[in-house]
Every structure is written in structure tokens, then in C-alpha cells.
């Protein structure tokens, strides 16, 4: 059975409340920089780009890993007994539920975890110590990330696995 992961659930940002207390307050909009962007930037990336704002009005837009931790992600999580019990140990700082399904041998789970969680478990999911199919999950979720402007990996490059269906994250800085 090939394993799935799906994002089922995202921080939710109330912007008209946060963005009018904080123009009262800072006398400036932390969203100005991501409003003048022109981008279409995902809600957590907007957020993140607020949070930096909020101490320097200058701060561009973007994701600043200091503040990972200020936004959360679930992911839906199914694959076999074993593979799922590989997969929970790479994400093992993270608060999880898992299930028996109808298909004998398989589980699902609900994960969830910050931003620099998620981050800290594809970089531990997508190395040559783990297995293939623990690998091809955590660079799904890699792929769910980045597909959400979310790529929060931009010091890792992807080097392809001897299988050549999965790949390894690795440090560019040589750490």
C-alpha cells in the first residue's frame, strides 16, 4: 500500500482584528509589506511577515524561521502498521491520534505541529537513514508545504536517492 499524507488543517488568522489592534497600537500596519508584495501569499506566510513587522516596520514579507512556531499545521497521515510506526518516530515532538482503519494492516493518524516542527521532521523523515517509503512521506509533505508557499527548506537542497523515486534533503551550508 502506497502511504498518503494530506494538510487537513492550518492556523487560522483573525487579519482584520489582529492587523486593526495592531495599527492602533504600533501606529503602523504590520501588513503593509505583504499587502504591497503583490503576491498571493499564504495566510501563514502573511502572518509570519506580520509577526517580524510588528518589531521592524521594514520587514519584507516572507517566512522568518524565529517565528515558525506561531502558526500550526494537521496532516492526515495513512500507511501501514509498520511504515506508520517509522513515521510517528520522526514526528515524535508533535501531538498525534491514530486508528485501526478497515484495511487490515493499515492506520491512519491525525498529526499535528508548528511550522518549525513539520520542518524539523522532513528534514529527519528525508534522510539516506530512513527508509524508502518513510522518505517518499516526508517528501510528500515537503511537496504539500512548498506547493502552499510554505518552503521553509531553502538551506537544504534535494539530492536524489538511489531509488530515484524519493530524495534526500541536505544542508547546503555543509552542516
Given at each position: 500500500m502506497k502511504p498518503e499524507a494530506i494538510i487537513i488543517g492550518r492556523s487560522e488568522i483573525d487579519f482584520t482584528t489582529f492587523l486593526?489592534?495592531?495599527?492602533?497600537v504600533l501606529g503602523h500596519s504590520p501588513g503593509t509589506a505583504g499587502d504591497a508584495s503583490g503576491k498571493r501569499l499564504a495566510d501563514a506566510t502573511r502572518f509570519l511577515g506580520c509577526l517580524a513587522a510588528?518589531?521592524?516596520?521594514?520587514?519584507?514579507?516572507?517566512?522568518?524561521?524565529?517565528?515558525?512556531n506561531h502558526v500550526s499545521f494537521s496532516i492526515l497521515l495513512v500507511a501501514t502498521d509498520q511504515d506508520m510506526l517509522d513515521i510517528l518516530e520522526c514526528v515524535s515532538s508533535m501531538a498525534f491520534v491514530t486508528a485501526e482503519t478497515t484495511v487490515r494492516g493499515?492506520?491512519?493518524a491525525v498529526v499535528t505541529g508548528t511550522l518549525a516542527q513539520w520542518k524539523s521532521a522532513v528534514l529527519s523523515g528525508s534522510t539516506s537513514d530512513t527508509e524508502p517509503v518513510v522518505r517518499f512521506v516526508f517528501n510528500r509533505i515537503h511537496g504539500l508545504f512548498c506547493?502552499?508557499?510554505?518552503?521553509v527548506w531553502l538551506d537544504f537542497r534535494r539530492r536524489e536517492a538511489p531509488d530515484q523515486a524519493t530524495y534526500y534533503l541536505e544542508d547546503k551550508r555543509g552542516r
Amino acid at each position: 500500500m502506497k502511504p498518503e499524507a494530506i494538510i487537513i488543517g492550518r492556523s487560522e488568522i483573525d487579519f482584520t482584528t489582529f492587523l486593526g489592534v495592531a495599527v492602533k497600537v504600533l501606529g503602523h500596519s504590520p501588513g503593509t509589506a505583504g499587502d504591497a508584495s503583490g503576491k498571493r501569499l499564504a495566510d501563514a506566510t502573511r502572518f509570519l511577515g506580520c509577526l517580524a513587522a510588528m518589531r521592524d516596520s521594514r520587514a519584507p514579507a516572507e517566512l522568518v524561521p524565529k517565528y515558525l512556531n506561531h502558526v500550526s499545521f494537521s496532516i492526515l497521515l495513512v500507511a501501514t502498521d509498520q511504515d506508520m510506526l517509522d513515521i510517528l518516530e520522526c514526528v515524535s515532538s508533535m501531538a498525534f491520534v491514530t486508528a485501526e482503519t478497515t484495511v487490515r494492516g493499515v492506520l491512519v493518524a491525525v498529526v499535528t505541529g508548528t511550522l518549525a516542527q513539520w520542518k524539523s521532521a522532513v528534514l529527519s523523515g528525508s534522510t539516506s537513514d530512513t527508509e524508502p517509503v518513510v522518505r517518499f512521506v516526508f517528501n510528500r509533505i515537503h511537496g504539500l508545504f512548498c506547493d502552499e508557499g510554505l518552503n521553509v527548506w531553502l538551506d537544504f537542497r534535494r539530492r536524489e536517492a538511489p531509488d530515484q523515486a524519493t530524495y534526500y534533503l541536505e544542508d547546503k551550508r555543509g552542516r
